[in-house]
């Protein structure tokens, strides 16, 4: 069983260069300190507001996909700090460490596309979001271990679908390339399909 465990951690770390190499790809780009958590003028706003007139020519569906993106961003880079501290073993401190720094690249570039469309994103995670943060913070230790990584890869699942629809819908050409430059690395997570025991 252990060895199992330590295999998967292996092939998830693996994964996780992968995706970072990716990552810095897309950072290229950014404006904006990485490895930062999303926040915005917004505080305690969990949904985009439309702050000008280019952002009213946003489509709906682009305006939601920026919203769910900045908030999965937010819990990505959160949840990655509470492995860092709650986790038992280095594979799982190292993948929060590597979430942190590649959802915070990803959020500053988010950001930047938001805010030259006049959108301002939500400043914190949603409430169900909120939720999944505080069970994890009352674990610790190898049923942290396994209770993160199990959320990393449903979650990456989730994500693979939202950026995956994004870049072949979206209706601005901006958001449709960070949702194209974005998915080969949310992809890599659910491939393996990784349950620690």
């Known amino acids: 069983m252990r060895r199992t465990t330590f295999r ?4 998830l770390s693996a994964a ?22 999303m926040t915005g003028s917004s505080a305690g706003s969990s949904t985009c507001t439309a702050a000008s007139a280019g952002a009213s020519s946003l489509s709906s569906g682009d305006l939601d996909f920026m919203q769910k993106a900045a908030t999965g961003g937010m ?7 509470m492995a860092q501290e709650r986790g038992a073993s280095d594979q799982v401190k190292q993948f ?13 570039e988010l950001r930047r596309i938001a805010g030259a469309k006049g959108v301002t994103l939500p400043a914190k ?3 169900s979001m ?20 199990k959320h990393m890869v449903d979650d990456h699942k989730k994500d693979v679908a939202l950026f995956k629809k994004a870049a072949d819908s979206s209706k601005d ?4 390339a960070f949702a194209a430059k974005t998915l080969p690395a949310e992809a890599m997570l659910p491939r393996l399909s990784l349950t620690p025991s």
Do not use: I, W
């Open 173 to 176: 050409g901006e958001l449709k």
């Open 96 to 108: 929060g460490a590597r979430m942190v720094k590649d959802h915070g690249m990803a959020n500053d």
């Open 75 to 81: 819990m990505e880079v959160d949840m990655g700090a």
């Open 125 to 127: 995670p949603d409430k």
């Open 16 to 37: 996780v260069l992968a995706c970072s190499l990716n990552m810095a790809a897309t950072a290229q780009t950014s404006s904006g300190s990485a490895g930062s958590g």
């Open 130 to 149: 909120h939720r999944d943060s505080q069970k994890m913070a009352a674990m610790s230790g190898a049923d942290f271990d396994r209770a993160y990584m």
């Open 8 to 11: 998967q951690l292996t092939a």
